[in-house]
């Protein structure tokens, strides 16, 4: 297979471009934890905790966080999105005018419980035109059948819906295709059912779709051949890299596919939430992790701010640290839970 289109190949000359004149190509981080994470650790915190980990994240610069899901009841760990976002806590992280939040909604039963929770935020004068919503495609019939209980045409119609719910609703709607690689239950997931999910997302309304190697079994050439694929059917500025470290690769292969120019990539504060379909491995690639490796490779996270004398690799050592005690501060209050 060609592994570069000519889409791809322009990512590569203007990082290369870039470099050399001296400009840092701006690279968005969504911060995916107090979502992805925490649903895929096995400890529920309460609402209070999640708010407080959403303000300190906006806190630390992140400028876009996935806040929690409007799913079944029966996932606990975000059973209490609804008092998250009506939290005392978070309207300051509202009021910003710079942070962006969105809720994961599978159905429009979720639409339904994410639409009261917008009508009491408006009754409470709280401006949540900030708030978004993601919408979660498998590229496989059987990781549809097990994570959304339907087929994948089945899902892709009910997303359609709340896609189409929300759009009218003045609400962005943001895609992610799960299993971009390989799947748990499938194995080798074709390129070509990839751009296809993807391409439906997109004609749904999604502004941007977040490609995500669900069980990190990709490296940098399998994500390449993906990734061009992908391109051929939509522009390379709709697309997010959604890296796994379960093979330890997950760094490699975010910084290869921003190499090829994608400008978005979705990671989670201290790697939370682990792969449910490999015990034991790491899940999300860390924060800290995709900041170190962009910032050092010339790219700009918006994250790391140099005071006046201050060189570059303070700053970001002191952004780095800020970011480790967050995430060993959430780490430890899910270990205190988890004891209780
Ligand atoms: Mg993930």
Same mark, same amino acid.
């Given at each position: 297979?060609?592994?570069?289109?000519?889409?791809?190949?322009?990512?590569?000359?203007?990082?290369?471009?870039? +470099?050399?004149?001296?400009?840092?190509?701006?690279?968005?981080?969504?911060?995916?934890?107090?979502?992805?994470?925490?649903?895929?650790?096995?400890?529920?915190?309460?609402?209070a905790?999640?708010?407080?980990?959403?303000?300190?994240?906006?806190?630390?610069?992140?400028?876009?966080?996935?806040?929690?899901?409007?799913?079944s009841?029966?996932?606990?760990?975000?059973?209490?999105?609804?008092?998250?976002?009506?939290?005392?806590?978070?309207r300051?992280?509202?009021?910003?005018?710079?942070?962006?939040?969105?809720?994961?909604?599978?159905?429009?039963?979720?639409?339904?419980?994410?639409?009261?929770?917008?009508?009491?935020?408006?009754?409470?004068?709280?401006?949540?035109?900030?708030?978004?919503?993601?919408?979660?495609?498998?590229?496989?019939?059987?990781?549809?059948?097990?994570?959304?209980?339907?087929?994948?045409?089945?899902?892709?119609?009910?997303?359609?819906?709340?896609?189409?719910?929300?759009?009218?609703?003045?609400?962005?709607?943001?895609?992610?295709?799960?299993?971009?690689?390989? #799947?748990?239950?499938?194995?080798?997931?074709?390129?070509?059912?990839?751009?296809?999910?993807?391409?439906?997302?997109?004609?749904?309304?999604?502004?941007?779709i977040?490609?995500?190697?669900?069980?990190?079994?990709?490296?940098?050439?399998?994500?390449?051949?993906?990734?061009?694929?992908?391109?051929?059917?939509?522009?390379?500025?709709?697309?997010?890299?959604?890296?796994?470290?379960?093979?330890?690769?997950? #760094?490699?292969?975010?910084?290869?596919?921003?190499?090829?120019?994608?400008?978005?990539?979705?990671?989670?504060?201290?790697?939370?939430?682990? #792969?449910?379909?490999a015990?034991?491995a790491?899940?999300?690639?860390?924060?800290?992790?995709v900041?170190?490796?962009?910032?050092?490779?010339?790219?700009?996270?918006g994250?790391?701010?140099?005071?006046?004398?201050?060189?570059?690799?303070?700053?970001?050592? +002191?952004?780095? +640290?800020?970011?480790?005690?967050?995430?060993?501060?959430?780490?430890?209050?899910?270990?205190?839970?988890?004891?209780?």
């Amino acid at each position: 297979m060609k592994r570069a289109s000519t889409q791809l190949s322009r990512g590569l000359t203007q990082s290369a471009t870039s +470099q050399v004149f001296k400009s840092r190509p701006r690279i968005k981080i969504v911060e995916v934890s107090p979502r992805d994470g925490l649903q895929n650790e096995a400890t529920v915190l309460d609402a209070a905790t999640r708010a407080g980990l959403i303000a300190s994240l906006a806190k630390a610069g992140l400028p876009f966080i996935e806040a929690g899901s409007f799913v079944s009841p029966k996932v606990k760990q975000m059973a209490n999105t609804r008092d998250v976002l009506l939290s005392e806590t978070l309207r300051p992280v509202l009021q910003d005018g710079k942070t962006v939040l969105s809720v994961l909604i599978p159905n429009m039963r979720g639409y339904q419980d994410f639409k009261n929770t917008m009508q009491s935020l408006q009754e409470d004068g709280v401006d949540a035109s900030r708030i978004e919503v993601a919408v979660f495609a498998s590229a496989t019939e059987a990781f549809s059948k097990a994570n959304l209980n339907a087929s994948r045409a089945v899902a892709l119609d009910q997303l359609a819906q709340v896609a189409q719910a929300a759009l009218n609703n003045n609400v962005k709607v943001r895609g992610y295709v799960s299993c971009v690689v390989k #799947c748990p239950y499938e194995g080798i997931v074709e390129p070509r059912e990839v751009a296809s999910t993807a391409k439906s997302l997109s004609e749904m309304g999604c502004y941007e779709i977040s490609l995500g190697d669900t069980i990190g079994a990709g490296n940098i050439y399998t994500l390449e051949d993906m990734l061009s694929a992908v391109v051929g059917r939509m522009p390379l500025s709709q697309l997010a890299a959604h890296c796994h470290d379960t093979n330890g690769k997950a #760094c490699e292969n975010v910084l290869h596919l921003v190499k090829l120019g994608v400008q978005t990539v979705d990671s989670s504060l201290a790697g939370l939430g682990g #792969c449910p379909y490999a015990p034991g491995a790491k899940g999300n690639v860390a924060t800290e992790d995709v900041v170190r490796v962009l910032e050092e490779n010339f790219y700009d996270t918006g994250l790391v701010q140099e005071l006046p004398g201050q060189t570059h690799e303070a700053a970001l050592w +002191q952004k780095l +640290q800020d970011l480790s005690r967050l995430g060993q501060e959430i780490k430890g209050k899910l270990k205190s839970e988890a004891d209780v």
